[in-house]
């Protein structure tokens, strides 16, 4: 008993003498020239890692040792500042403003922190702030109209759609455009499953952006030299939150959300359900093409606008972040459900993130990360799928009524279309035809950093991201397609494990600074997929695979494995730290080529002068005598490669049985694509040069990058003719360049004791050119990326744009003129063409940030201008007799062009005439000619919209009494209002949505689910 007595004495005093030891500090900091609070600095002890940061009132709190004798204060735009405590517990500050540029640590390749002024390329960072105001749930969304050069385009309304991101236009004819997604250092997977009729998810949805830290936006090879292969493209380097040493923090942040579509297309309501005389064949139809205008009397549905429905949403996170000087850790939960516009449609997520950080001892850290992650999702179908939402409603006629979809004995009424696959009931399929997805993914991290001398630094990090999906797609019996029932699943397994080691040695002699950084990379990609599907069950009311005979089903599976085995290095010069050089340069091994030439080596060179520096120490005054503060040249030429995709240098074969003959025997034959064993790396060459200017003391910043992309070698997906016995093959060949300029200015415009005015504008101008392609292809086409009816589709074109739309037109002579038929109808052109470009001339975001005592507003106009959209929605919309120019029919007209005289030449050639034929706008004018060709459904998709607005009020801490230390309150609009004079709703369209390779499907609007607008309601709470 009395050595439990003793050991409790002991444990209480060493409690105590611990306690003793401690105290808090705490005060305000301000800015010198203005006396402003300042929000966000960084408040560290000096020779520790402990450290806290000022509230949006420019307060600190920090727990300290008694003998602490020094604080440091440091933000971004003001002079670091070192501030002796002796035995004060208030401590204020002023900062002063640093006139003679940003020292700002930008993270690039492989999580390296470096001054952003010592860098020869074009780098963007979006701070957590920035990321999250817009209350966007994809990571890939929240950086929309941010970033100059980068273009994000979503996929529809849909909960849980996917977009597309590609950073200074597209590299790639049919490979991936989009950039490497890197977490903490490690690679991720940003991929979107293959689905032109569902709008599937981009993995990158997965992220919680109330995790992320910061975001870094590498441009071009240059920028992303040394993660290699995958980042030919760019690479978005993602910095989770970490735990800070001092006090713990507990943080929560809420909201509400209300989301309606934007719009829905314009229909016309003359005419109904009805019949037409066509080709001397009279007929019903059940599509919209009476000829007699509907009665007063008769009631009109709003099929299409009734359809979608008031969607409601909730987002929650609750994090904690504490630790001493020893060990941090920052834990976290999400729970996102968001409901989506169609009725039974739904996206969610719960996720759990840690990380810990440890110093062993003065010279070794350790640290890891956990991420997991499960969302699940109730989707539907789209575009010109049978039975997709938008392209079931149209089989309705105005005077039909959808909602009435069952018959007496609860089977559907089924809506026969002549000519077309018939369609289910929208509300109908939305609860007997589901399609579910879940997926649970896994990304842990561990790294350790060993300082062996002060000059030498060596860090090892290894992780791996891992997810296993599984989705579900069933059509019940009685559905139009499959009337006896249809179940199809699969199951994938995708996992990327990256081992990286680094070793990174300084030093200095006087006023010359070395540094070198060598290391080892491997890279593991495994994906499994298993597939089964059958139809017609049998027992109506069981969806599964075991009510299907054995005849009935299918079952395939497919494995794809990849393996970069690398070796690089980047050598550093730093004279003065005025002039800077970066030499880098990189061998790949990649599993993908042949073995004997798979390995390959790519350099990049980089200079940094800051010119501002150099005349100030010669003492020459001309800049500052300008105002200008900060003025840097920046060049960096590289050279970046990029592998085949995994098992395409042979030719996969299948076993089959010929079961049409009297003696059905097996054998094996080959599918596409075709393989090609001699297959080498494809090259990009990237030049950039740019500025950096500061001006009026940091209120004004000036950021100008021209670069110019050239791809060689393309390893280019070609279609073949039939006589090759194949679909398509790779190859190398083919070339096309990118070229731009990009411009981001921004201000302090106002600066006051109570308001501030911040404005950020980005500016980008890009040209993307196809100089070569092999043989005689003139264009290489996205099969998935097409319109209704096939009437155009994605392609990059020979001499042409990377963007293209390719497609039908109508026939015309070397002038102009439309080349009619006897009748003095308009004719197709013998072969499609190029109808336009879907990238824009230029595009820019404007950012407004105003700040009212505690009040801040925020918001974000973002401007796209010379887009081309491909509007196929409109395309079926006339085919069924809904649109509004289809309310002429039956009116005569007469086309201004040549009509043909039935004659020809001496030399064959047909002789055309003036026409002065009238021909009928009917039924099958509209349906089977100019609702099929594409040249009538391209359309500029400029627009300028405003992406967002933010109301925020933090409440005053005064108030709570040290218990509660932030507290604010946020209401957002999102995608208020769009200016353009596209006819459809919404130009910003993707409707066949990020999986598709190449050039893509951005500014295809096929019968996708419209673009959402809604408001938020959120709350931020920390003690």
Known sequence: MMKK???????????????????TISGIVTSESDGETIPGVSVVVKGTTVGAMTDVNG???????????????????????????????????????????IDEVVVTALGIKKAKKSLGYSVENVGHEELTEGNQTNVVNALQGKVAGVSITNSGGAPGASSVIMIRGGNSLSGDNQPLFVVDGIPIDNSTVAGELVANSNRGLDLNSEDIESVSILKGPAAAALYGIKAANGAVIITTKTGKAGEAKISYNGSFSVDNVVGVPDMQTMYGQGSLIRHNMSYITT?????????????????????????????????YSGGNEKSTVYASAGRLNNNGVMDRTSYDRTSFKLNTTSSLKKNLTIGSSFNYVNSASNRTRQGSSNSGSFSSILNYPVNVNMKDYLNEDGTQK????LGDAPMDNPYWSAINNPITNRVDRYIGIANVSYDPFKFLNITYRIGSDVFMEKNKSSYAWGSARFNEGYVGEYEAFNQITTSTLLLNANHKIEKHSFGLTVGNNIED??????????????????????????????????????????AFGEFKYDWNSVVFLNLTGRIDKSSTLPKDKNLFFYPSAGVSVLVSTILKNM????????????????????????????????????????????????????????????????????????????????RVALDFSYYNMTSRDQILFIRMAPSTSTFGGYLNAGSINNKGIEFLLSTKAVKKTNFNWYVDLNFAKAVSHVNELPGEIKQVENSDSWAYNVIAEGAALLDGPVFGIYGKAYKRDDNGNLLLDADGMVQFADVQQQLGDRYPNWSAGISNKLQYKNI???????????????????????????????????????????????????????????????????????????????????????????????????????WFKDKISMLQFNVTGRNLF??????????EINTIGAAVMGTGSIGIDNLGTPSTKGIDFSLRLSF
Do not use: C
């Open 5 to 23: 007595i003793l050991f409790f004495v002991f444990f209480l005093a060493s409690f105590l003498v611990s306690f003793a030891q401690e105290r």
């Open 59 to 101: 307060k600190y709190s920090i727990v300290v040792k008694s003998d602490t004798k020094v604080l440091i204060f440091s933000y971004i735009g003001m002079k670091t500042k070192e501030v002796e405590i002796g035995l004060k517990n208030t401590v204020n500050v002023a900062l002063e403003t640093e006139a003679t540029g």
């Open 287 to 319: 599509f919209s093409w009476d000829t007699l205008r509907l009665a007063d009397t008769v009631p009109i549905y709003n099929n299409l606008q009734d359809f979608y429905q008031t969607a409601y949403s909730s987002n929650h996170n609750v994090s």
């Open 414 to 417: 089924i809506v026969e279309s």
């Open 525 to 566: 990609n495994y994906y499994r997929r298993t597939n089964w599907s059958g139809q017609n069950f049998i027992e109506p009311d069981f969806v599964g695979i075991n009510n299907i005979v054995s005849d009935d089903r299918t079952v395939n599976q497919k494995i794809t494995r990849k393996r970069i085995v690398s």
């Open 619 to 698: 003492g020459v005054s001309a800049l500052s005598d300008l105002g200008i503060d900060y003025f840097k040249l920046r060049t960096t030429w590289a050279q970046v490669g990029k592998d085949a995709p995994p098992h395409v240098l042979q030719t996969p074969m299948v076993s089959t049985t010929n079961t049409y003959t009297i003696d059905p025997e097996g054998f094996m034959r080959a599918i596409y694509p075709t393989g090609n064993p001699a297959l080498l790396p494809e090259f990009t060459n990237s030049f950039e040069v740019g500025t950096d200017i500061r001006l009026f003391k940091n």
């Open 856 to 958: 801040t507003l925020n918001f974000l106009v973002d401007i796209s201008y010379g887009n081309d959209v491909l509007n196929g929605t409109k395309a079926a919309m006339i085919y069924y007799g809904l649109d509004p120019i289809t309310t002429n029919r039956g009116e005569t007209f007469v086309f201004d062009g040549l009509r043909s005289t039935g004659t020809t030449d001496a030399d064959g050639n047909i002789i055309y005439e003036p026409n002065d034929s009238e021909v009928v706008l009917d039924q099958d004018y509209y349906q089977n000619i100019y609702s099929k060709i594409g040249e009538n459904f391209v359309e500029d998709g400029s627009w300028v919209r405003l992406r967002y607005v933010t109301l925020t009020y933090d409440f005053p801490t005064k």
């Open 978 to 987: 769009i200016l353009t004079n596209y006819s459809g709703v919404d130009p």
